[in-house]
């Protein structure tokens, strides 16, 4: 265990700060051996995991960082049709996702390039370009640290959505390895935003898997901040889901507004909640259009900014504080509210 443990090479916002206690764990054993841990069991704590969709909101973290880095990658399973592969928490999501390529399975080529580790995925659904890790997951293991007990979560069990799963609601569990589903032979999703013109662009009529990942990789290379290079979340803020009124208002002033339909069949395996959820239209509006349209886009203040090519992204450009960032945000919200009368969210974990 350390003591004034400084964080800074573990958020990707890149902010000095600082835990009280910190322990990595690299084994089950180590994870058993915190939970016998009085020092831990008196102390308010927090799991962290990559560090690429958190904010701590201010410098010292007066209590215990635990930082879970099991490590390893094994195939459980392989049929004609699929492969199941267990990844341990502590492995590179972007490596594991390069791994799943070089072996020709399909699932997780439009997720290439996420920052963060293989255990924080479940948490937030990681999405991107059309596809979601839910798609891809057959379980989830976990174990909690208040009481040792260790639970296998199904994929309808990590009640899934957009950027949600149950698995927000438990502060005190650790995903220790996740099981994923791939293909052997898959159909590539190549509708999202601008995929089909990339290609094009590079004459690539009948596209691999491969073909798929580069291009997911250089877009993101030309919209998102370098993790490392300029301190980021990724998206600072959820896309904004209102009512189909509401939709209806702001497009008549704003015809060009771009959007999409709420899938809220595909997110839930539930019959019974995907009915109910079907019944009340929802429309998704690009929160980086709206901020991008209340002018933010480009915009820096001392150390923080918006980033000019992507208006979701909220950076730090180094010797910056949480608070500014803090600050930005709610300028930001409050700019967009009193523009469209729409609330947008952050996506970020504040702490
Ligand atoms: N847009 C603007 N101005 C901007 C940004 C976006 O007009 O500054 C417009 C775009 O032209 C487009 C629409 O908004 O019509 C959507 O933009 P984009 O395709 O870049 O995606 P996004 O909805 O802003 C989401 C995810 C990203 C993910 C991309 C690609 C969320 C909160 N964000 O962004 O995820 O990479 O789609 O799939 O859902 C992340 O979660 O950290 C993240 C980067």
């Not at 000095?16 to 058993?32: C, N």
Request: glycine share 8%; with cysteine.
């Amino acid at each position: 265990m350390e003591k004034n443990f400084s964080l800074r090479e573990l958020n990707t916002f890149g902010f000095d700060i600082r835990a009280k206690y910190f322990q990595e764990l690299k084994s089950m054993d180590d994870i058993h051996e915190l939970i016998e841990n009085p020092e831990f069991r008196q102390t308010h704590h927090l799991i962290l995991s990559g560090g690429s969709n958190i904010l701590f909101s201010s410098e010292f973290f007066d209590g215990f960082v635990v930082y879970p880095n099991l490590r390893g990658i094994e195939t459980l399973e392989e049929t004609d049709e699929t492969v199941k592969i267990r990844c341990y928490c502590g492995e590179v999501w972007k490596d594991f996702v390069d791994y799943t390529i070089s072996k020709g399975l399909y699932g997780l080529e439009n997720l290439a390039d996420i920052p963060g580790k293989v255990g924080a995925a479940p948490v937030q659904n990681i999405g991107a370009y059309g596809a979601e890790v839910k798609d891809a997951i057959y379980q989830v293991h976990t174990i909690d640290l208040m009481t040792g007990n260790i639970r296998i979560f199904n994929n309808d069990e990590c009640e899934f959505s957009y950027r949600n799963s149950i698995f927000k609601k438990y502060k005190s569990i650790i995903i220790f390895a996740v099981d994923f589903i791939l293909k052997k032979r898959g159909n590539l999703k190549l509708d999202y935003g601008n995929i089909r013109n990339y290609l094009a662009n590079k004459n690539i009529t009948n596209p691999t898997l491969q073909d798929v990942a580069a291009t997911v990789k250089a877009i993101r290379a030309e919209k998102l901040p370098e993790v490392g290079v300029v301190g980021s979340v990724g998206s600072f803020f959820q896309n904004a889901i209102v009512s189909v009124d509401k939709y209806h208002e702001i497009k008549m002033l704003y015809p060009d507004m771009p959007s999409y339909p709420v899938d809220t069949a595909k997110t839930s395996f539930r019959p019974e909640r995907s009915a109910v959820e079907k019944s009340t239209a929802l429309i998704k509006i690009p929160s980086g259009w709206l901020i991008d349209r209340a002018g933010w886009k480009g915009y820096r203040e001392n150390h923080v900014g918006v980033w000019d090519k992507q208006a979701l992204v909220l950076v730090h450009y180094g010797g910056g504080k949480p608070q500014e960032i803090l600050d930005l945000m709610k300028k930001i919200q409050d700019s967009v509210y009193n523009k469209f009368g729409i609330e947008i969210k952050p996506e970020v974990n504040i702490i």
